[in-house]
């Protein structure tokens, strides 16, 4: 079983790119009207954990109809669990590169202010 979650893992940091698209294709559709036009990291990142969700208990209910917890189920498992972590983080480093504040503590995608530029009297003038 150790194994079936270190081979998950490590196959889902091979997989990132292909869950993340996977996952933009469906945030795609629900954006008009139910999702931020521009999501912040956090926002995808709890995103990519509903999916997740869904996945999980998909798989769950297949490990209850089979009646025990194999090495593929257990594999399934975890294989999503890297691309969420890897969106997250390549997510906030855009935040915080695009000027976007990335903590918890302000709205989705609210904007770093920025003192107002003053002029200010050159030596020569």
Known sequence: MVAAVVL???AGV???LLFILVAANIYEPLQPRLLPPNPSAEVFAL???ALYAFWFFALWAIT???GQLNFVLLFLFVLPLPSIVVA???GKSLDERWGHR???TTA???KVRVA???AVPFLAD
């Open 8 to 10: 998950g893992l490590i």
């Open 14 to 16: 091979f997989a990132t």
């Open 47 to 49: 995103f990519m954990l």
């Open 64 to 66: 209850r109809k089979v």
């Open 88 to 90: 997250y983080e390549w």
């Open 102 to 104: 990335s903590d918890l």
């Open 108 to 110: 989705p995608n609210a």
């Open 116 to 118: 107002r530029s003053v």
